[in-house]
Structures are given as structure tokens and as C-alpha cells.
């Protein structure tokens, strides 16, 4: 069973940094492309970042510049840095996978991840 696991949230001040991880279990991560994504309440669900399986990055404008996305395919793991944190990245943080020719819409992303909360506030 694909599954993955996220962690790392919590409640963080303005202007502080947190380090997210995506832990894939039942399949190997090297062949899929793996996308962070986040909800707010009352908000659509929307994309953050995404890694390709040979490690081009996306980031959504908003957070260009302060977030970084990376993998270990050896810990079978994905990891969001997430710095200069703002109120307006609070939100529930999830990641999902996408095949690896995927053109990255949002509905080529499975096993989602059950999510990880981030708050920033001060």
C-alpha cells in the first residue's frame, strides 16, 4: 500500500523557519514526482512546491525565495524548508505524489498524506 507521512508542523513566530518531511512507505520514491501542498480554512487546497523524480524544483510565487524543497531517495524522504515564515502560511501542509511524467495538476497527485499543521503567529 502507497502511503506517505508527513510531519515537522507546529506553531512558530513570524519570521521563524520549520522543516517539513514527506516519508514515503510501500514504494520507492526515485520513479514519482512529489508535490507539497497546503489548505487554510475556507481556502482551496493549493500547490507550494514540487520535486521531479531528477530533482527540478517548483515553487508557487509566493513563497519563492523562502521555502526549499528536497529529497533523500535513499531515506525515502522529501523535505519543505520553510523560512521567514508569515501568518499567511498558516495552513494544514500535505504532500502527495505524481508520476514522473505528470504535467503536475493537481489531479495527478495520489496517496495523500493525512497532513501536517503549521501555524504562525505570533
Known amino acids: 500500500q502507497l502511503q506517505l507521512v508527513e510531519s515537522g508542523g507546529g506553531l512558530v513566530q513570524p519570521g521563524r523557519s520549520l522543516r517539513l518531511s514527506c516519508v514515503a512507505s510501500?514504494?520507492?520514491?526515485?520513479?514519482?514526482?512529489i508535490g507539497w501542498f497546503r489548505q487554510a480554512p475556507g481556502k482551496e487546497r493549493e500547490g507550494v512546491s514540487c520535486?521531479?523524480?531528477?530533482?527540478?524544483?517548483y515553487y508557487e510565487d509566493s513563497v519563492k525565495g523562502r521555502f526549499t524543497i528536497s529529497r533523500d531517495n535513499a531515506k525515502n524522504t522529501v523535505y519543505l524548508q520553510m523560512n521567514t515564515l508569515k501568518p499567511e502560511d498558516t495552513a494544514v501542509y500535505y504532500c502527495a505524489a505524481a508520476p514522473s511524467n505528470s504535467d503536475y495538476s493537481i489531479t495527478d497527485f495520489h496517496s495523500w498524506g493525512q497532513g501536517t499543521q503549521v501555524t504562525v503567529s505570533s
Open positions: 510501500g514504494f520507492t520514491l526515485d520513479y514519482y514526482a
Open positions: 520535486i521531479s523524480n531528477s530533482g527540478t524544483t
